[in-house]
């Protein structure tokens, strides 16, 4: 396989860019960016997404069994950059954004779009980074989009030209 082919094809996959946040039992949170969702059954409404396996957010949504996916705006380029790395609560806040608590005690950004609440179904461990398979329990909707619902949402190309994922 060409390695430099396989890098380009593979980035021809678009991406979107949510926030992932968890909370294990013992208090400890997760907030990451993540590039990889999707809606994987309408009844029950499911989704997958993809989760970096040496990461704390991974090792938090595994124990939590629970996590929930924030959904940023176009507008939001500087809060999707704050969650590249894992960060660390602190009082109702992470990294200066706004927590608020979900219907399932989940963490959600309170300034996002919108969040699925969900609980995790099945994980398949393979490669570096594990499918999560959750159903979803809860959603807010915080602000109505104008136009397509799938126009409004932050992009990876939305982050410039040298910005990727894949390959």
């Not at 400890?28 to 059954?41: D, K, P």
């Not at 309408?42 to 629970?66: D, H, N, Q, R, W």
């Not at 699925?116 to 999560?132: A, P, Q, T, Y």
Request: glycine share 8%.
């Amino acid at each position: 396989m060409n390695i430099d082919d396989k890098k380009v094809v593979l980035r021809m996959i678009p991406y979107g860019l949510y926030v992932l946040t968890a909370k294990a039992k013992d208090g400890r949170m997760a907030a990451s960016s993540i590039s990889w969702v999707t809606q994987a059954s309408f009844e029950p409404p499911m989704i997958a997404l993809a989760v970096k396996v040496e990461s704390e957010t991974y090792t938090i949504c595994k124990e939590a069994g629970e996590l929930a996916v924030n959904f940023l705006s176009k507008d939001q380029k500087d809060v999707a950059s704050k969650f590249f790395k894992h960060q660390e609560p602190v009082g109702d806040s992470i990294d200066g954004e706004p927590l608020q608590q979900g219907a399932l005690g989940i963490p959600l950004l309170a300034n996002s779009s919108a969040s699925l609440e969900c609980k995790v179904i099945e994980i398949i461990e393979k490669g570096d980074h594990h499918i999560f398979l959750a159903e979803i329990i809860n959603v807010e909707l915080r602000n109505q989009p104008e136009g397509r619902p799938d126009d409004s949402s932050l992009k990876v190309k939305d982050l410039g030209d040298k910005m990727f994922y894949g390959g």
